[in-house]
């Protein structure tokens, strides 16, 4: 799923390629694109940097054009090295950026615009986001009073996902976080005292961590899509504790959780 580590990932691929570069070649193959001139306007400007903040993907370029990425549930990301095969065309990208032999390919990522440094700046769902879970120093007590300063009454599995108090924590991340902490996502957050609150960030983080470098995040699905089977936890004590599985938040998105080893 594309999450936080997903994105930061992507952006580790795609910076060796990229970054104090100039592309060779830039096209946008999706007819939505078609007026927009990406490939005039980029031409000759190297790319500045290559970032992720949460879910989010930054490709700035020299001239203070920035293109903007999120993948939310259908999109992908992908670094073709030289002599790679991929199973889809690179025509069916809607971006496709070469330098020497390889491609940085991006597909059907709803979420892919070309943005001046001053929209940027004022585009809230860019400047209201938390802090990165994924930045190399996480900034606690900025999280906390985001999370503080939302809606109480929310149970804190939904909270971990709104993307202004932390980001980069997806559906995926707040499941086996909680899970890992041992705490119920069910709960009010005003019931979750901040360390506990704290403890599932510190499962979360070195995990995706490792995500984020090698881009295998599936080894750390422990309970997700697992409804109905016994909880591992529980299990190694003796118990038998069905995992169970519930639409949680405006998005009605599946929490999955052990009613019995979290609390
Ligand atoms: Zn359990």
Known sequence: ????????????????????RVPDALETPHPRFRRDRWPERLAGRAVRSVDAHGKHLFLRFEG????????????????LEPGARWPRSPRSAWLRIRRDESEVLQFNGPVLELMTDSRKRLDRRIAGLGPDILAPELDEATF??????????????EALLQQQAIAGIGN??????CF???????????????????????????????????????????????????CPRCAQAGTVSPIRARGQG????LTYWCPSCQR
């Open 180 to 230: 890992a902490a041992g705490i119920d996502p069910w709960r009010r957050t005003g019931d979750v005292a901040d360390a506990e609150v704290l403890a599932i960030l510190h499962e979360t983080r070195p995990r995706m961590q490792v995500s984020a470098t090698d881009g295998m995040q599936d080894r750390f699905r422990v309970i997700h899509g697992r409804a109905g089977q016994p």
């Open 1 to 20: 799923m594309p999450e936080g580590d997903t994105i930061h990932y992507a952006a580790n691929r795609i910076r060796p390629v990229l970054e104090g």
């Open 250 to 253: 405006d998005d009605n998105r």
């Open 172 to 177: 995926l991340w707040k499941v086996e976080g």
């Open 64 to 79: 203070g054009l920035t293109i903007h990425s999120h993948l939310r549930m259908t999109g992908s990301w992908r670094v």
């Open 144 to 157: 906390l009073r985001r999370l503080r300063e939302d809606d109480p009454t929310r149970p804190i599995g």
